[in-house]
């Protein structure tokens, strides 16, 4: 929701089923996607209840095992990826990709979709009662052929969003219409929708990245921080303030909310150097979304819907938000950005001037 929104202006009283079904009604072939929303949603709303009891329930605890690709596995992930499994099921989704699984899931081979999914996002704040969310990115499947239905641009997809649970639980959707913001109501248990065309503002003030890396980012990175941080006196002419958070759902989040921009670019540190983002689970999902309501996504210069998965788990670096300021950050990677002042770092001469 933009700032010239009021949140009591947009709430219509609309469930999360009530807004599928008007969609479902608009156009031919919808069924078994709206399904497959919901379903993903109905086990968004039984994994709150779970987040919500905290160290009453068993699901703050490390597994021995780890992600396929290395990372640290807790308890919490596994329940959140078997409760998407379980409600998958009961819809038309052929494969299932998910950051927990060494492998696709096949788990109806006569489906309709093919479903990407990072079941808990921002495990390390777990313990830290800060917030965590699921993503996930719908393609349609390719009949036969689990690979296939997963290995293609981000452009491709039909559908993305996430469920943030924090001191709401939330789920930004688009159906490629758009993006719609719902608010869980415990009473109901159901998804009621908030804001039905949230649109990130163009401009902002704000930028969100992890600043203990500064040594190991790029040229062009430290370049447009070191800008930033100038504020006022520097060549954005205005001061910004910084945020992380340590899941880029609730950095994402806030940018919906009231624009922003996010970076996490590749760096020079062993395994980084082609970013940390996984582009199937995390990055496309996020860059549907954040295209949906006006606001853009790349990885440095290329738009991110515009790379194709070529691995499992492969990454990318994600720099997204108002578009003004992505604009910005990709003219200081391409070297057309020469309208700087004093840096810190090249003195009078900025990195792109001669």
């Known amino acids: 929701m933009t700032n010239s929104q009021s949140p009591a202006a947009s709430v219509g ?19 078994g996607l709206a399904k497959t929303v919901a379903g993903l949603a109905g086990a968004g709303v039984a994994l709150s209840e779970i987040i919500a009891g905290g160290a009453l329930n068993v699901a703050r605890g490390s597994e021995n095992n780890a992600h396929a690709d290395g990372d640290k596995q807790r308890q919490l992930d596994v329940i959140a990826d078997r409760l998407i499994v379980d409600a998958l099921r009961k819809t038309p989704t052929a494969y299932y990709a998910s950051e927990e699984e ?12 093919a479903v990407a999914c990072d079941p808990l996002d921002g495990g390390s704040n777990i313990d830290c009662v800060m917030p965590i969310a699921t993503i996930f990115g719908i393609f349609r499947a390719t009949t036969g052929d689990a690979t296939a239905s997963f290995f293609r641009k981000g452009e491709e997809q039909v559908a993305a969003g996430y469920v943030i649970y924090g001191a709401q639980t939330a789920l930004l959707l688009t159906l490629g219409e758009g993006v ?4 869980l109501d415990p009473k109901s248990r159901s998804f009621m929708l908030v804001a039905r065309n949230v649109r ?13 890396n500064y040594r190991h980012w790029p040229d062009q990175i430290r370049s447009f921080i070191d800008d930033c941080v100038q504020g006022e006196s520097g060549p954005h002419g205005k001061d910004f303030n910084m945020h992380w958070l340590a899941c ?18 590749g760096d020079d540190r062993p395994g980084y150097q082609q970013g940390r983002m996984r582009l199937l689970h995390e990055a496309f999902p996020i860059a549907m979304l954040v295209e949906q309501a006006g606001g853009a996504a790349i990885d440095g210069l290329d738009r991110i819907l515009a790379k194709k998965l ?8 994600l720099i997204f938000g108002s578009a003004e300021k992505v604009a910005r950050v990709a003219a200081y990677y391409s070297g057309a950005d020469v309208n700087r002042a004093q840096s810190p770092l090249f003195g009078q001469r900025g990195l792109f001037q001669n």
Do not use: C, M
């Open 180 to 183: 719609a913001q719902f608010a």
């Open 310 to 317: 070529d691995k499992a788990q492969q990454r990318t670096p």
């Open 13 to 31: 009283g609309e469930s999360l089923d009530a807004y599928l079904k008007t969609w479902v009604a608009a156009g031919e072939g919808r069924e």
């Open 200 to 212: 990130i503002a163009p401009a902002t003030r704000e930028y969100a990245i992890n600043a203990s």
């Open 102 to 113: 060494e492998a696709i899931l096949t788990l109806d081979a006569a489906g309709q979709f």
């Open 248 to 265: 880029p759902v609730a950095e994402a989040h806030r940018i919906f909310s009231r624009g922003g921009l996010f970076l996490y670019p």
